[in-house]
């Protein structure tokens, strides 16, 4: 076969490519289908799942020993999409160009795939040592859901009443509306009289089949097994996830289900998951090639946010609830569109084996992290440990901004009172002064606009007190120290909600003016983050990372008054005066520039609140 210009015949280019073949333009592969077998293909299989024109769209070609012969194609929102190629056996006349592999069944909730879910259990159970560690027996949750009493009811019953065996945990996307929870009036009688399983959500009715299908007579389901019209139960039973997730025997995931209406298990016309190609060949012989979408497995093996991928969405990895959920769980069963992954301390395996028996002895660096050094790590590995926490679930989503500090509270709860000191409404008080220093990271998100919680308790300087993705810079100060924490009286150990408002400052700093210095943009770049400041009594004229858009949105004529809180030489927290409260602010933003490092400041003592 002569080589193909296009597809270089599927061949990896030399030397250390990662599999690199070649890419384009899709109207490259349509106008070489006509002379190349390998580019037809391509592009029969790219028109067949492209969702927009594929002529337009840039492609790229893989092929490594880690994965299957890849097409990874680019959509106008600059989401890269993959397609795996792939024949049945090595009898196939194309197998040596496309690897033979196994298909994908149509319906994740098959036999086989349920059988393959048990056998992940049992050689977890037989053979994972670092897995036998976290397998603690004996712990109930406050509530469960006893599954075993009635064949056609479920029962909501106090944990300390029940068996002390096996749970099963179940973490899902609410979506916008919860059809069937626990209230102060319907517990008792979910108690007593229970609740017919054919009421019950899809997600909670196949919930309950694989609790039974692995013998155990429990699952835990959040909005039965908290009292959700009860504050106090709530704030009560919230920081207490880290218990409920890191000793279930068993966490299954409903990734692909944006509500509880949608299910673990979907049934995939055969196309979606094995789109047939076929291609007569010179000799009149006619072989077959299957496409299929390619699983990105990082989210799970890594935590990356990468964007939503239109064929295979996993709306749950971007909930802020289950970023928690995910870090305790010693095992979980990922239910995605396409197919079941399992994930432990030591494996993680896959339907589509493509990254099967992987080992994760370096990966998951967070979930690890937990493991390994909560709660009696020293203060520079909890430290470290922290930071990466915030970072990484500042990209998470939420429905209630006032759910912010409770989807980590249970993190946070076993990290308070060791190395760190105490917690101060998401930052701790052990080193505060240096914590103050993180700043708005908006292009980790996909077109990310920051805007500020719309929970009112949340003092500015936390960085709970913005949505959007957070790097912790964390910078010893020079210039200032944090005198005094204000604690709220009737809150001042919440996990849950801000436990101080205000904290006083002593410190160095200088009046300056600020506007945004371009008023019509509309990019959601990261340079939409930036202002500009001028230091009064100055030549200085810089720009600065604000923390939230819409709070500067002035033109140079109507500029706001502010200060710059002097942190390093040069850098600084730029806070804007709270009226009517003197002496007091509140941050807005960040600063670093080489011009203010000459510049003399004024001693003062403020409160920021």
């Not at 976290?134 to 009811?153: C, F, M, N």
């Not at 609790?211 to 959700?228: A, E, M, N, P, V």
């Not at 910078?475 to 801000?498: G, Q, W």
Request: with cysteine.
């Amino acid at each position: 076969m002569a080589e193909c210009s296009v597809c270089r015949n599927f061949v990896p280019l030399p030397g250390p490519s990662n599999g690199f073949i070649n890419g384009g333009y899709g109207h490259s592969l349509e106008e070489s289908s006509n002379s190349c077998l390998v580019c037809s293909i391509l592009w029969e299989g790219l028109c067949a799942f492209c969702q927009e024109d594929p002529g337009e769209v840039r492609w790229m070609a893989f092929k490594s020993e880690e994965d299957l012969p890849r097409l990874q194609y680019l959509l106008r929102n600059k989401i890269w999409i993959g397609l795996h190629f792939y024949t049945e056996n090595n009898d196939s006349r194309m197998s040596e160009t496309f690897n033979p592999w196994e298909d994908l069944p149509p319906d994740t909730g098959c036999a086989s795939n349920l059988e393959q879910a048990k056998n992940w259990i049992r050689e977890c159970n037989e053979s994972h040592d670092r897995c036998k560690e976290d397998l603690l027996s004996g712990y109930l949750p406050t509530r469960v859901l006893d599954v075993s009493a009635e064949k056609d009811r479920v029962f909501v019953a106090e944990g300390d009443a029940c068996r002390k065996v096996p749970y099963v945990a179940l973490s899902h996307c609410w979506g916008d509306f919860m059809p069937i929870k626990t209230t102060a009036s319907s517990l008792p009688v979910f108690q007593t009289e229970g609740i017919c399983l054919e009421s019950l959500p899809k997600t909670f009715r196949q919930a309950v089949f694989i609790t039974r299908l692995l013998g155990c007579s429990y699952l835990w389901i959040d909005s039965f097994c908290i009292i959700q019209d009860n504050r106090e139960d709530w704030a009560k039973e919230a920081p207490r996830m880290a218990d409920v997730y890191r000793n279930s025997h068993l966490t299954l995931a409903a990734m692909s289900a944006a509500n509880c209406t949608e299910g673990l298990f979907f049934r995939n016309d055969e196309r979606q998951v094995k789109y047939v190609v076929e291609r007569g060949l010179q000799d009149g012989s006619l072989s077959t090639v299957y496409v299929r979408p390619a699983i990105d497995h990082s989210p799970y093996e890594h935590g990356f946010l990468d964007p939503p991928n239109p064929l295979y969405p996993t709306p749950l990895i971007r909930r802020a609830w289950f970023f928690q959920e995910q870090i305790f769980s010693p095992r979980i069963i990922f239910f995605t569109n396409l197919e079941i992954i399992w994930q432990c301390h030591q494996r993680n395996n896959c339907i589509c084996k493509v990254r099967n028996y992987r080992e994760l002895a370096q990966n998951l660096i967070l979930r690890n992290g937990v493991r390994r050094h909560v709660p009696n790590g020293s203060f520079v590995e909890l430290k470290i440990l922290w930071e990466r926490i915030v970072e990484s679930y500042s990209e998470r989503e939420l429905t209630y901004d006032s759910d912010k500090l409770a989807a980590i509270a249970s993190i946070a709860g076993l990290m308070s009172g060791k190395a760190l000191g105490r917690y101060v409404s998401g930052l701790w008080d052990v080193y505060l002064a240096e914590a103050l220093t993180w700043t708005v990271n908006p292009h980790r998100g996909s077109g990310f606009v920051t805007k500020r919680s719309k929970d009112k308790s949340m003092p500015t300087w936390s960085w709970a007190s913005v949505i959007s993705p957070i790097h912790m810079v964390s910078k010893p100060p020079r210039n200032f120290e944090v005198i005094d924490i204000l604690y709220e009286p009737h809150r001042s150990n919440s996990l849950v909600e801000a436990n101080s408002k205000a904290i006083i400052i002593r410190g160095k700093v200088r009046e300056c003016r600020v506007w945004r210095h371009n008023p019509t943009c509309e990019s959601t770049s990261y340079a939409f983050q930036w202002r500009t400041m001028h230091v009064v009594g100055t030549e200085i004229t810089c720009t600065f990372t604000v923390d939230v858009v819409s709070e500067v949105t002035c033109g140079p004529t109507e500029a706001m008054e502010a200060i710059v809180l002097s942190v390093h030489l040069g850098e600084g927290l730029v806070l804007c005066k709270v009226d009517d409260e003197e002496g007091t602010y509140r941050r807005i933003g960040d600063v670093g520039d080489e011009a203010l490092r000459g510049l003399s400041y004024n001693p003062a003592v403020i409160k920021l609140v």
